[in-house]
């Protein structure tokens, strides 16, 4: 199976897992990026033709954390006028015990997602079933969905297709986790990229 001239790329970002990896290798401390500029400048670096950006994130209840419900609504709301498809799900909170480094425990809630995985999984092989892109390229370094790269070489088997699937995620000296997710094309965003990709809008309440 030959790779198209011009292979249709769909792009699937996590964007909870996007920032704690930005946040590892460069130090930013919101989700500044935007991922609409991430996707175009990867698939851009990559030869690919951007079809549709897809976003999936966490968002705590307003009772819970007022200040970054607002900024995730707001967010995800200018988000879709660009034409990001988006979908998120309430975190969860439950309480973690971390060690302190003067050897003390300390006990703090911590917020989880539950589904955003599952759910990129369910999309990447939805939409590759309806022939809706040639390379699905994640923001994650997600090992979760690492079965999904099976299916989608079943599916392009099956249907003979070429078809890809990457992950793409921020990658520095800094960066405790190198590894992209099991079984797909990795692909290192660095710092310059990043920078270019910042979203300066201000949506979080002053």
């Known amino acids: 199976m ?4 011009s292979p249709r790329a769909v792009t699937f970002v996590d964007g909870q897992n996007l920032f704690h990896a930005a946040k590892e290798a ?47 609504q707001a967010k995800l709301a200018q988000l879709g006028r660009r034409d990001v498809r988006t979908y998120f799900r309430p975190l969860r909170y439950q ?13 703090c809630l911590a917020g989880h997602e539950k ?10 092989v939805h939409l590759a079933a309806e022939d809706s892109y040639d390379v699905a390229l994640i923001f994650s370094q997600d090992q979760d969905l690492s079965e999904v790269a099976d299916e989608i070489r ?39 990229t990043c920078d270019c990709c910042l979203d300066h809008r201000y949506y979080r309440a002053r």
């Open 115 to 124: 589904g955003i995985d599952v759910r990129i999984a369910l999309d990447v």
């Open 26 to 72: 460069f130090g930013y401390t919101y989700p500044n990026y935007d991922p609409l500029k991430l996707a175009r400048a990867v698939c851009d670096g990559q030869g690919w033709q951007l079809e549709q950006v897809r976003f999936y994130t966490g968002v705590p209840d307003l009772q819970d954390d007022a200040r970054w419900h607002r900024f995730w």
């Open 154 to 192: 079943r599916i392009s088997r099956v249907n003979q297709r070429w078809l890809k699937i990457a992950s793409a995620f921020p990658a520095s000296p800094t960066a405790k986790n190198t590894r992209g997710i099991n079984k797909t094309d990795w692909i290192r965003i660095d710092r310059d």
């Open 95 to 107: 309480n973690k015990t971390v060690r302190l480094p003067d050897g003390r425990q300390h006990t």
């Open 2 to 5: 030959r790779m198209p001239p």
